[in-house]
């Protein structure tokens, strides 16, 4: 059964800083993986995803993630953290190709502090 | 516009009663989910539908039931079985054979 790992369950960084939440997965098959963002009390919103090709996937807000098969991560970065970027970040793989049946990790939340 | 509907946005129930979460989607998406998130610990697969009159269970589906008679909606009802309902339920469409979840703003079950 595919699984992600993040650890960290509340990350603060500085405003103008460098944001990176870590996620490593297991899976058994090629994984899709995805990042996805929550504001509180909403529901979530795609911030970017990996399936195939371009192993440097770009997403909105100006956050990015690359996908290392060697290292079974999917790190996601930001290189300059803005107020609004303060929320709840979740990883995710799903465990067939085109199949939404995600397995999320436990979330990073985020403070920025000014 | 396109989008999925939960409602109602918070919900109190009572110890014992069964109550039933909305989810209504007209996005013509295949695919109908439903999780529960509670804080750290991300989220975990209730049931999920890939096709009308017919779902599976996903994680932790015991205490919950489903019914998927029309392709736009999939209900989901919390039962008195359910021993700790108190949680943020958020349901998700996608087409089949997509790689994209879109998420409804969630419906937060409070037991009282």
């Known amino acids: 059964a595919q699984s992600v790992t993040q650890l960290g369950s509340h990350v603060s960084v500085s405003e103008g800083a460098l944001v990176l939440l870590r996620c490593n997965y297991s899976?058994?098959?090629?994984?899709?993986l995805f990042w996805y963002v929550q504001y509180p009390n909403q529901g979530l919103q795609l911030l970017l995803k990996y399936t195939t090709g371009a192993t440097l996937v770009k997403g909105i807000n100006g956050f990015e993630a690359e996908f290392k098969k060697s290292e079974t991560s999917f790190h996601l970065t930001k290189p300059s953290a803005h107020m609004s970027d303060a929320a709840e970040y979740f990883c995710?793989?799903?465990?067939?190709?085109?199949?939404?049946?995600?397995?999320f990790g436990k979330g990073n939340q985020v403070v920025v502090i000014p | 516009d396109g989008g999925i509907t939960q409602s109602p946005k918070y919900l109190f129930r009572k110890e014992g009663q069964n109550v039933t979460l909305s989810c209504e989607q007209n996005?013509?998406?295949?695919?109908m989910y439903w999780y529960r998130q509670d804080p750290g610990q991300g989220l975990r697969l209730i049931y999920y539908?890939?096709?009308?009159?017919?779902?599976q269970k996903g994680d932790i589906a015991e205490g919950y039931s489903v019914s998927r008679e029309k392709k736009e909606s999939f209900p989901l009802t919390v039962t008195s079985a359910q021993k700790n309902p108190t949680a943020f339920y958020l349901c998700a469409s996608s087409m089949l054979g997509s790689t994209e979840a879109f998420f409804g703003q969630g419906t937060r079950l409070t037991v009282v």
């Open positions: 539908s890939q096709i009308v009159n017919d779902f």
């Open positions: 899976s058994s098959v090629p994984p899709y």
């Open positions: 996005l013509n998406h295949d695919a």
């Open positions: 995710a793989v799903s465990d067939l190709a085109g199949n939404n049946r995600l397995a």
